[in-house]
């Protein structure tokens, strides 16, 4: 663990609170939470590596389909940017310059990658958070074509996408689900990943201690988020502040729940308890 930069954090709230907020760097900024090596200067590499892979592109196509195909070859083909199954258990396949750096990540992740090469070629493209799987949409409308990152870029067709949806969720896609995702949605996708990731593994209440304050730093987070933070506190064995935000969570449901309001005090004296 690291001691996390207060500069980093207004950054990060900066960037998430801008008009037009950068993914790149904003994923970059994630990487710095994890990494204690990931510097200014490590981050600066990561988007000149997006910049040359950029230039590696030919001319810009003219059909949404020439350029999911051009990013495939590219990405998938030659620079060997895929996942496998293995990556879903690691942190560094939810960190941008790790999956720079291997080759290798989540699917959202892999999206990121191509999303942020093929928007600096000028592609019409766009990330679309499918349940249970994140690709890249290329144009818009009836030419629109999806592709799967984790996949090497592989074009896919209507029955893939259904396949996809309905193992996903036992039920065919609606087209909301198709929507493009706009770069603070795909943020947060990736910080519930992180956050799923620490859950499963009780020892990393400090990944998921970030990863819940730099949700906190979002636009309109969710209210329970605070409660959230509030009981990692007490797990990490920062008793007495934990205890102060649980009692101010409970404080703020106290009009609408009471009865929750009473049992989060009760677990506010318990954390207390635990300091005798």
Not at 89 to 108: D, F, N, Y
Request: net charge neutral; proline share 7%.
């Amino acid at each position: 663990m690291h001691p996390r930069s207060p500069e980093r954090r207004r950054l990060f709230a900066d960037q998430a609170r801008s008009a037009r907020p950068d993914l790149a760097r904003l994923c970059l900024l994630i990487g710095a939470e994890a990494d204690a090596e990931l510097d200014d200067a490590g981050m600066d590499a990561a988007c000149r590596k997006l910049d040359r892979l950029a230039e590696l592109l030919p001319g810009p196509p003219c059909d949404p389909l020439l350029w999911a195909m051009e990013l495939a070859e590219l990405l998938g083909g030659r620079c060997g940017f895929k996942g496998r199954p293995g990556d879903y258990q690691r942190l560094e396949s939810a960190l941008l310059h790790e999956v720079l750096r291997r080759g290798r990540g989540l699917p959202i992740l892999l999206s990121v990658v191509w999303i942020e090469v093929a928007r600096r070629a000028g592609a019409p493209v766009h990330g679309v958070a499918l349940p249970g799987h994140f690709v890249v949409g290329f144009g818009a409308g009836d030419q629109r074509v999806l592709a799967n990152p984790f996949d090497g870029g592989r074009v896919l067709t209507r029955s893939d996408v259904e396949l996809l949806v309905v193992g996903a969720t036992g039920a065919p896609p609606q087209p909301a689900m198709l929507s493009p995702a706009e770069p603070l949605n795909i943020v947060l996708r990736i910080l519930n990943n992180i956050r799923a990731w620490a859950a499963a593994r009780p020892e990393r209440t400090d990944v998921a201690l970030w990863a819940v304050e730099l949700c906190l730093l979002l636009p309109s987070p969710q209210h329970r988020l605070h409660y959230e933070r509030a009981r990692l506190l007490v797990q990490r064995g920062e008793f007495r502040t934990g205890a102060a935000e649980i009692e101010t969570y409970a404080d703020e449901v106290a009009a609408t729940d009471r009865a929750t309001a009473d049992a989060l005090r009760r677990e506010a004296r318990a954390a207390r308890a635990m300091l005798n």
